[in-house]
């Protein structure tokens, strides 16, 4: 019979297991040149750009009334016209992949049975859906603990990988599966949490948190959301004036969104629900549209024809406006991007016919 270990050579023994344990974990994700990851297709698109990949977190961040709810249902709708397969949806800026056999689970831990019945209900009619998708699994949890929640999550998404796999978890709400934001060990162990569930189940996690009262710069609450920002793969912003939601992105690992391309949206009475703007470069491509319209229109009504050849065109520019070759070529290049100007059967440069204002 061995004599028993003392309590140092016990201690020593199982320091040693933990660094092995630890040696063989970090040596099976060591860089191998010799295989390639399968790139992850992204889940979501905010003006055709990924914002939500496999194994990563989203922020969704926005000052308090701001339209994050609309938003979040946008992209319950636009995962739902992907996988029903409905063009023209109005859904924000916001496109998806097709869930497939996935599940989306949506955690609403804000708002009340009712606002969170109209929230899905609105995002179906968004979408253009008369039936409620299988694979969407949508929960009122408003009132529920900090752990309660915490483990609420991890079950669904446990039950989800079962179903058939994970789609996305969207968590409106993040803050309140925490006791407190500025607990920095209570919040980097849930951020470290999410996390690992978006890459234990494959999927993004997409987290609705609320900024700073005051801020106008995207500071989410706390170290909470300090941590979040640092640990996510795209931040996505949203601030409101004049009763216009503007989305954009500027701290992210992909390509930004600007603010002056970003969707913009608003209520509207008439459709029950906030419906997508113009956004700021398309004004200004509007405004910039109806001048050059206006400009080439003079030069047609002088020259006493509908259309003319390109040389003729440039030349009746020159004239008109007051420039020089290369500043009349530019002004036709400018009108052929925009569309204001197109080619007729002969070759010439005329109007291009403009659409009536109710024209879908």
Not at 164 to 169: L, N
Not at 273 to 285: D, F, K, P
Request: aromatic content about 6%; hydrophobic content about 40%; glycine content about 8%.
């Amino acid at each position: 019979m061995k004599p028993p270990l003392k309590p140092e050579f016990k201690r020593a023994a199982a320091t040693r297991l933990d660094w092995l344990e630890a040696f063989h974990a970090l040596d099976a994700k060591r860089f191998d040149f010799a295989i390639r990851p399968v790139e992850p297709v992204p889940r979501f698109f905010i003006t055709g750009k990924p914002v939500s990949t496999p194994g990563n977190l989203t922020n969704i961040i926005a000052q308090a009334k701001a339209g994050k709810s609309a938003f979040v249902g946008s992209l319950i709708a636009a995962a739902i016209a992907a996988d029903q397969k409905i063009e023209g949806a109005d859904t924000l800026g916001v496109t998806a992949t097709a869930p497939g056999q996935k599940i989306l689970i949506h955690f609403d831990t804000e708002q009340s049975v009712f606002d969170h019945d109209q929230l899905v209900r609105r995002a179906m009619s968004r979408a253009g859906a008369d039936s409620m998708p299988d694979w969407l699994w949508s929960y009122p949890l408003a009132g529920f603990g900090a752990e309660e929640l915490r483990n609420m999550l991890t079950v669904a998404m446990w039950a989800a990988s079962e179903r058939g796999g994970v789609f996305a978890a969207i968590v409106d709400g993040t803050a309140d599966l925490v006791s407190d934001v500025n607990d920095a060990e209570e919040c980097n162990g849930l951020v470290s949490h999410l996390h690992a569930l978006a890459i234990r189940y494959d999927c993004p996690i997409v987290n609705v948190i609320h900024e700073n009262p005051g801020a106008n710069f995207g500071k989410m609450r706390g170290h909470l959301g300090s941590q979040l920002e640092r640990k996510a793969e795209s931040n996505i912003r949203m601030t409101k004036a004049d009763e216009i939601t503007i989305v954009f992105a500027d701290k992210m690992r992909r390509a930004p969104i600007s603010e002056k391309d970003g969707p913009r949206f608003t209520w509207s009475d008439q459709a029950g629900m906030h419906v997508s703007c113009e956004t700021a470069g398309e004004e200004r491509n509007d405004a910039k549209r109806d001048n050059l319209r206006d400009q080439v229109e003079a030069v047609f009504i002088a020259a006493g024809l509908p259309s003319l050849a390109w040389g003729a065109l440039r030349e009746g520019i020159e004239k008109s406006e007051g420039i020089g070759q290369s500043g009349a070529r530019k002004r036709i290049e400018a009108m052929k991007k925009l569309g204001v100007i197109q080619k007729n059967v002969i070759g010439h440069w005329e109007l291009t016919p403009q659409r009536p204002d109710n024209a879908p």
